[in-house]
């Protein structure tokens, strides 16, 4: 039953995209992987399904970031299905299997939205390669207006002019300013990039639908600033992780880009103390358990790092930089407090 069970298991990894799409059809590709609230089809972005063979495991293998769980298609047809008997989840897994393709989509699901075959990482790697560097232009004006102003050891952030946007395939291609973010490996291969399209002067996000986006392997990366050595701080988003480094410039920090991805980010070797720049949220909350939790478990001391408001841009617009970076010393290993909160970097 169990071998019967894994080349059921490893059939439906062929196909799991198709998988995704017809179970889990709240959620959307996101790179190489389909993400979604949970293994019930619950909206969000908590749970990652891989869509296909990676050196990490098999195409169809899942982890839920906020709960720990972890499964195969099988589990996800079961739990989006409500089934309690395996000799159902098989026969509906046989039944999938043997649907023609044009069946397997959810109604009202535009086949014209889906994803082209074209190799996500190696996109990526051309548009950041296409940017070019951050100081003068827009990247610049829009982060200096967030009250960000050290942007030393930001090679991972560019600007390119005309940033191809489209909010959904029924909408034409539109052409807008972006900051560019390249999402690395510990190595520091480009993995994937991140973008977040800005108005025409900089002062803000752009007025659209979806302003921020990703594309790329994301699950375990991020966006780095600094080699980190023996400590190092990560949270969510760039502008809340540079709003930290403008108070401790000279930290090496990583931005995972979303609560979800923040919960999984890889370890880099050596590493002895994790500074977790905590969101005030609830999704905060789980990624900052879960990064504590894995970091225990493998000898990492973790010090979380709480704003007052919603995040530290807030914080530091709000108070300014010399009022919170004399909160965030409070917060810090002792003998942190004067290697990291030094004004010149």
């Not at 690395?184 to 399209?197: F, Q, Y």
Request: aromatic share 6%; with cysteine; net charge neutral.
């Amino acid at each position: 039953m169990a071998d019967a069970a894994h080349d059921l298991a490893r059939r439906l990894g062929r196909q799991a995209e198709a998988v995704c799409r017809h179970y889990l059809s709240a959620g959307r590709r996101q790179g190489h992987y389909w993400q979604v609230g949970d293994v019930r089809n619950t909206p969000g972005r908590s749970l990652f399904v891989r869509l296909s063979d990676s050196a990490h495991g098999p195409a169809g293998k899942w982890t839920d970031a906020a709960t720990g769980e972890h499964g195969d298609l099988l589990d996800v047809i079961r739990e989006s299905r409500g089934l309690s008997i395996f000799a159902d989840v098989v026969a509906e897994a046989e039944t999938f299997l043997r649907l023609p393709q044009s069946r397997r989509e959810p109604e009202g699901v535009d086949r014209r939205a889906a994803p082209t075959s074209a190799n996500p990482v190696i996109s990526a790697q051309r548009l950041f390669a296409a940017a070019k560097p951050i100081p003068g232009t827009l990247v610049e004006t829009y982060l200096r207006n967030r009250g960000i102003t050290a942007l030393h050891e930001t090679g991972s952030l560019r600007f390119h002019p005309r940033c191809y946007y489209r909010s959904d395939a029924h909408t034409p291609i539109q052409p807008l300013p972006a900051m560019v973010a390249a999402v690395t490996d510990l190595s520091g291969r480009i993995t994937g990039v991140h973008r977040t399209w800005l108005a025409p002067n900089g002062s803000d996000k752009a007025a659209i639908t979806t302003p921020r986006r990703a594309m790329g392997h994301l699950l375990e990366h991020a966006v780095r600033f600094g080699g980190a050595d023996d400590v190092m701080a990560v949270g969510e988003g760039i502008e809340t992780i540079l709003s930290v480094r403008t108070l401790l410039p000279n930290l090496p920090m990583a931005a995972a880009l979303s609560a979800a991805h923040l919960a999984v980010i890889a370890f880099p070797p050596g590493l002895h103390r994790l500074y977790i720049v905590r969101d005030n949220d609830p999704a905060g909350d789980r990624a900052r358990d879960s990064v504590a939790s894995r970091a225990a478990s493998v000898g990492i001391e973790a010090i979380v790092l709480s704003p007052a408001l919603g995040d530290f841009n807030e914080d530091l617009r709000a108070f300014g930089v010399d009022a919170v970076r004399a909160e965030l010393r409070c917060l810090l290993a002792p003998e942190d407090a004067s290697r990291f909160t030094m004004l010149n970097p």
